[in-house]
């Protein structure tokens, strides 16, 4: 359920939401920026640099982003093997 949600919002902001498109640059900050709305958390402007920098002080949206960009950099490199 929550990876289906994330799913909806990144798809009502960028559209087309493919594995590509959230291991890219921007990835890790969308996928905070939806891990933050489902939280109801104003994540404010950030870098992917500032999300990790984040979780590792325990922020827990920032953490949680973290485990699902692992999750889907996981799964698009077992896609490729």
């Known amino acids: 359920p ?4 994330i799913l909806e919002l990144l798809s009502e902001q960028v559209g087309r939401v ?3 498109r ?3 640059g921007p990835g ?3 996928i905070h920026r939806a891990v ?6 104003d994540p404010g402007q950030l870098q992917p640099v500032d999300v990790t920098a984040r979780a590792l002080l325990g922020d827990p949206q920032a ?4 485990d699902l960009f692992c999750a889907v950099f996981g799964a698009l ?3 490729l093997v």
């Open 63 to 66: 953490r949680r982003t973290v």
């Open 36 to 41: 933050c709305a489902m939280a109801d958390v």
């Open 77 to 79: 490199a077992g896609d």
């Open 2 to 5: 929550e990876e289906i949600r």
């Open 22 to 24: 959230l291991i890219c």
């Open 28 to 30: 890790l900050v969308n």
């Open 18 to 20: 493919s594995k590509e």
